[in-house]
């Protein structure tokens, strides 16, 4: 179990914690009827608690990224400047739900942890190459999706315009 989890969540820490959960899930659950295939509700159930703890890791990702951004932005700039960054913030993630799991931990690994890429193929046992092609289908698609927002622009008065304010 402990491999299964390691290999589904790319860390063995991780892996024991989300074992621990089931365990504990396990034994403080009351089942009415027998399970025919214990094996496979286990593994199961392993399964929906490594797709919670992703799920979590990704809010908590998300959250340290809103708020640092929220540090930086407080500390020299208006409201204006704050609201816009949310603005993109929100495009962004709203860009990375639209992606498959693995490739939102895999960018997220690459540009909010600052991992190399050669560590997140070794730590998802996947190839360098498809790391690669993954970080660079989000990061397009990203950028696509923050181009394709639409926001307006900052309106500039008619005395600026002409640059002789």
């Not at 009415?32 to 214990?38: A, F, M, T």
């Not at 407080?74 to 693995?102: F, I, K, M, Q, W």
């Amino acid at each position: 179990m402990l491999r299964f989890l390691s290999k589904r969540l790319g860390c063995k820490d991780a892996a024991r914690d989300v074992l621990q959960m089931v365990s504990e899930q396990l034994l403080n659950t009351q089942h009415s009827n027998i399970v025919e295939n214990p094996k496979a509700y286990i593994y199961r159930a392993a399964s929906n608690m490594a797709n919670s703890y992703d799920r979590a890791t990704l809010a908590r990702r998300t959250y340290e990224a809103q708020s640092a951004t929220s540090a930086v932005l407080d500390s020299d700039t208006g409201p204006e400047d704050t609201a816009a960054a949310h603005d993109l913030l929100r495009v962004v993630e709203a860009a990375l739900d639209e992606l498959p799991v693995l490739t939102q931990r895999m960018f997220l690994a690459f540009r909010i942890d600052g991992m190399r890429q050669k560590d997140i193929a070794a730590k998802f046992g996947v190839s360098l190459s498809t790391v690669e092609k993954r970080i660079a289908a989000a990061t397009l698609h990203c950028h696509r999706r923050l181009r394709s927002d639409e926001r307006p622009a900052p309106s500039v008065p008619d005395s600026d315009k002409s640059g002789q304010g």
